[in-house]
Every structure is written in structure tokens, then in C-alpha cells.
């Protein structure tokens, strides 16, 4: 069971600014082994500063969010301008 980071949009909206503001990368995984994750979570890691901004999860982020995510790469910069 991976760490719990927060819950909405918010909290994701927060954890990809801290990445950002480290010289991070965000990554939002939306499945997981091919599958969605249940409860609308999302996985979320920080690619070149992962001790600056560790990874977890984020539950009840909304649907139309986890979409856009899947829909596009680099979607995150629809939810925090960068």
C-alpha cells in the first residue's frame, strides 16, 4: 500500500506545484497493470526529484480530471499552469 498524499483536486493541483517548484517532472498514472485504479485515485511521482517530492497516492480525484489526465501527455499543465 503506497503513501496517501491527500484527496481532490487540490491535493494534486499541491502535489504537482511542489514537483514543478523542486525541477521535478510529475508523473500521474490513472492505471495500474492495465486496469483502472478503484476509488478514483491516482499514483503520482516526482521524476528527478523524487527525495525533494515522494510519490503516492491521491484518492477521489473526479472523473472528468482522471480523463483529461488519460486523455493527453503532460495534461498536468492544464491543472497547474507552468
Keep these: 500500500m ?3 498524499l491527500g484527496s481532490g483536486t487540490e491535493a494534486l493541483k499541491a502535489f ?3 514537483c514543478l517548484g523542486v525541477g521535478g517532472v510529475p508523473i500521474i498514472r ?3 497493470g492495465g486496469r483502472p485504479l478503484r476509488g478514483n ?10 527525495d525533494e517530492a515522494p510519490g503516492g497516492t491521491i484518492e477521489n480525484v473526479p ?10 501527455r503532460g495534461a498536468y ?6
Excluded: F, H
Aim: with cysteine.
Design 30 to 32: 490513472t492505471k495500474y
Design 16 to 18: 504537482i506545484s511542489k
Design 77 to 82: 499543465k492544464k491543472l497547474v499552469p507552468v
Design 41 to 50: 485515485k491516482v499514483i503520482v511521482a516526482c521524476w528527478g526529484a523524487k
Design 63 to 72: 472523473s472528468d480530471v482522471i480523463a483529461m489526465l488519460q486523455k493527453e
Design 2 to 4: 503506497s503513501r496517501v
